[in-house]
């Protein structure tokens, strides 16, 4: 079920608990304890109240930041480590860097910039296979990504025997928002339970307000279920998601 999908569940539910309150009201007052609990369970069943922090009316600000994370050739179908999908964020994110173009707010893409002996692919002992190596196609960034000229890039992963799924981990992009007087990113890109995951929460870690794109994310889902845990685990910490297409 899409996000979009549970909203419309929540607040079909949400309208039946309170034509329950006020069709006893009209009878007196008294509630059934059997509706009473049918209203209160037809709600809490709706997994996006417990899952996630709707941001309905998002709209940019002069202290936001877009951080769009690793929308690279190897991450993308037909890539070495392709998401499934992984295509569909990229008019999303085209059209939220129209948008913060307008508002004169600053870009960061993140990219991992692997050497060819990097510690997490497989035949170096890692998890995964060869990717993005540093001056490689598969390393570019998606053609299709309309990446404006003053975009500020962001290489993660250069060290040979650390793995960096963070857009924070051993970069300055922290010290680069707080120069800027940035308090809140907007985050988008791939992949949602690994780069996204980690990067949201360091910019938390950090002391940032986030606002998740959900459309413009995608997972990896080794397992089925990873990329909606994943999502879980931001709103969790704090982070806040925003469901609109911005097309």
Known sequence: ????????????????????LKSTGNSGGKMKRRELLKGMAAISASPIL??????????????DALIIVDV????LPGGSLGVVDGNAVIPVINSC??????????????????????CSFVENGGTWPIHCVAGSEGAEFSKE???????????????????????????DLSERLNKKSVNRVIVGGIATDYCVLNTVNDALDNNFEVILLTQAIRAVNLNPDDGEKAIKSMVSKGAKIYDGLFL
Do not use: C
């Open 50 to 63: 417990t899952t996630h922090a709707l941001e309905e009316n998002f709209m940019f600000s002069e202290h």
């Open 145 to 171: 990504l309309k990446l404006p000229n003053n975009i500020e890039i962001i290489d993660k992963g250069t060290n040979r025997d650390k793995e960096a799924y963070s857009g924070f981990q051993g970069t």
């Open 97 to 118: 860097i129209e948008m913060a173009s307008a508002n004169q707010l600053p870009m960061y893409a993140t990219r991992d910039w692997h050497p060819i002996d990097h």
């Open 72 to 75: 690279q050739n190897d991450f």
């Open 1 to 20: 079920m899409s996000l979009g999908q549970k909203l419309g569940v929540i607040l079909k539910n949400t309208k039946l608990f309170f034509n329950v």
